[in-house]
């Protein structure tokens, strides 16, 4: 049985950092595409950063490239999502995911909600002063 369980998500000011965590299980983390989405208040679900299960590069949206940083632990079967800098539009719920099928543009993350096989619980994020 999948199951992936998010933890680390809080309140942080402007600027600040926060790093998420996720425990995955029933799959085997080295041969599975997964990574993180978020849904902010009144928008859809949108992907943030992925590790490809080819290769192990890892993808960013252009909204949190050079702020955020994707890891995984293939012994654990974890990973992590650090993210610095933040701002009041990272507000979200961010989710844990398996991906199905990835879909890049170059080194950004494309792959919509429909490439989405499994989906954590969720974990929320909330940046304000």
């Known amino acids: 049985q999948v199951q992936l369980v998010e933890s680390g998500g809080g309140l942080v000011q402007p600027g600040g950092s926060l790093r998420l965590s996720c425990v995955a299980s029933?799959?085997?983390?080295?041969?599975?595409?997964i990574g993180w989405f978020r849904q902010a208040p009144g928008k859809e679900r949108e992907g943030v950063s992925c590790?490809?299960?080819?290769?192990?590069?890892?993808y960013y949206s252009e909204s949190v490239k050079g702020r955020f940083t994707i890891s995984r632990d293939t012994v654990k079967n974890t990973v992590a999502l650090q993210m610095h800098n933040l701002r009041p539009e990272d507000t979200a719920v961010y989710y844990c995911v398996k991906i199905r099928r990835l879909e890049t543009y170059g080194s950004t993350l494309a792959s919509s909600p429909r490439d989405v096989d499994y989906w954590g619980q969720g974990t929320q994020v909330t940046v304000s002063s």
């Open positions: 029933g799959f085997t983390l080295a041969d599975t595409t």
């Open positions: 590790i490809s299960r080819h290769d192990g590069g890892t």
